[in-house]
């Protein structure tokens, strides 16, 4: 069954523009990981946030969580043209054993 | 270093015929070990898991198996493949840290046509 569900499904921008997509769970969760995938590709871990902490960083990204919401949004700063993937979010199903990822959001930026 | 080996990278089969698709890791012990399977466009479905050898947890009932003959082997198997198997198919694994996923570390697919 479908955990996280992110929005929305597809997003254009130019570069240098920021990006955000958000993401909603159903039920309580350890921690909330974000993936990227190019296209034909496997999925690539891009950051991983707990559930006691509402904001994280890594480079250019910014991830929030709200647990009281369900929800968590990933922000990318500076958009380049190799940002062009799609993104998707992760939470364990409930017994705790395996990832289950959301549809994810398609993102082009283009030059 | 860790590293996942997922082949083929692509395979066409006709419908009806078995199916055999294998991942091996590589710098760990003991990892979950998991089948993915995405449709064009779409997310990725779980197909199965495994948190140690010989045990195997299905999530979708369907065509397929799955079996951990080895610590670090995982195969997706089907006897007769159905045109609805077609798609792209990831393995992956991870390790639980005081009982939490961590990261995910993800095979290059399999993509699969089932003619």
């Known amino acids: 069954s479908q955990q996280g569900e992110e929005d929305p499904q597809a997003l254009s921008i130019q570069e240098g523009e920021n990006a955000t997509m958000n993401c909603s769970y159903k039920?309580?969760?350890?921690?909330l990981q974000w993936y990227r995938q190019n296209s034909g590709r496997g999925l690539v871990h891009l950051i991983l946030i707990r559930s006691n902490e509402r904001e994280k960083h890594s480079g250019r990204l910014r991830v929030t969580l709200d647990t009281s919401k369900k929800s968590s949004s990933l922000l990318i700063t500076a958009s380049r043209a190799a940002d062009t993937a799609s993104y998707f979010c992760a939470t364990a199903n409930q017994a705790g054993t395996a990832l289950i990822f959301g549809k994810g959001t398609t993102l082009s930026v283009s030059s | 270093s860790q590293t996942i080996h997922q082949w083929p990278a692509t395979l066409v089969q006709p419908v009806g015929s078995p199916l055999s698709l294998e991942c091996t890791v590589e710098?760990?012990?003991?990892?979950?070990l998991y089948w993915y399977r995405q449709a064009a466009g779409r997310g990725l479905q779980l197909l199965f898991y495994s948190v140690g050898i010989g045990q195997i947890s299905s999530e979708v009932p369907q065509n397929l198996s799955a079996s951990r003959p080895q610590d670090r082997q995982f195969i997706l198997s089907s006897k007769k493949l159905l045109l609805s198997d077609s798609g792209f198919y990831l393995c992956?694994?991870?390790?639980?840290?005081?009982?939490?996923?961590?990261?995910?570390?993800f095979g290059q697919g399999t993509r699969l046509t089932v003619v």
């Open positions: 039920t309580s969760i350890n921690n």
């Open positions: 992956a694994w991870s390790v639980l840290r005081a009982r939490r996923n961590t990261e995910a570390f």
């Open positions: 710098g760990t012990s003991n990892p979950n």
